[in-house]
């Protein structure tokens, strides 16, 4: 069966630190990957999404980038955070199909102090 | 642009009571329909889809969703809630294009 595997599921940094959170998916193959933002616990944003290896969609610009070095593997990186980069992320991946909903990982939930 | 709204950001139920959350979209073309359910600090987990077919779907936990074209609606329902399914729930909508929309999300509360 398929997992999705995100971590750190906690994580506080300091204004202009540096950020790297990882998801990998376990049980399939070129799965397009995901990741969003929720704010205050609502609606979620759509951050990046990708359809394959080094191929990277931004939906937002932002102060965040994310790679995929490998098929089953998702990155989000900041370089400098600033306080609004505080929230929940999620990543998620579903399988290429317009029919098939989306797997969660359990989330990072990320304070900028 | 595509939409979706839930327009209520609280719904209130008894324990043993139908439970309705709304939700309505608005799309160009044939839309994909989805309900998830998030509990605090989780990821959200996929509950029911609409793709075609019959309106109303059946999905996980006893929930089913009636899709409405005319309404352009999909109300997720259960005849009887539980105090268990107290949590966050998001509508979302995606069409061929293959772009995703959720809604602001419902919070439930069962009481028992």
């Known amino acids: 069966s398929q997992t999705i595997h995100q971590w750190p599921a906690t994580l506080v940094q300091p204004v202009g630190s540096p950020l790297s959170l990882e998801c990998t998916v376990e049980?399939?193959?070129?799965?397009?990957l995901y990741w969003y933002r929720q704010a205050a616990g609502r609606g979620l944003q759509l951050l990046f999404y990708?359809?394959?290896?080094?191929?990277i969609s931004s939906e937002v610009p932002q102060n965040l980038s994310a790679s995929r070095p490998q098929d089953r593997q998702f990155i989000l990186s900041s370089k400098k955070l600033l306080l609004s980069d505080s929230g929940f992320y999620l990543c998620?991946?579903?399988?290429?199909?317009?029919?098939?909903?989306?797997?969660f990982g359990s989330g990072t939930r990320l304070t900028v102090v | 642009a595509q939409s979706v709204a839930q327009p209520e950001d609280q719904v209130n139920v008894a324990e043993g009571n139908p439970l309705t959350v709304k939700c309505t979209y608005s799309?160009?073309?044939?839309?994909?329909l989805f309900w998830y359910v998030q509990y605090p600090n989780r990821g959200l987990q996929f509950l029911l889809k609409?793709?075609?077919?019959?309106?109303l779907v059946k999905g996980s936990y006893g929930f089913e969703a009636e899709f409405n074209k005319s309404q352009t609606s999909f109300h997720l329902k259960k005849p009887s809630a539980l105090v268990s399914d107290s949590a966050l729930y998001f509508c979302?909508?995606?069409?061929?294009?293959?772009?995703?929309?959720f809604g602001d999300g419902t919070t439930l509360t069962v009481k028992p």
């Open positions: 609409y793709i075609t077919g019959d309106n």
């Open positions: 799309v160009s073309g044939n839309p994909y």
């Open positions: 049980g399939t193959s070129n799965p397009n």
């Open positions: 990708s359809v394959g290896i080094g191929q």
């Open positions: 979302a909508v995606r069409t061929t294009a293959g772009k995703s929309t």
């Open positions: 998620a991946w579903r399988p290429p199909g317009q029919g098939n909903g989306y797997t």
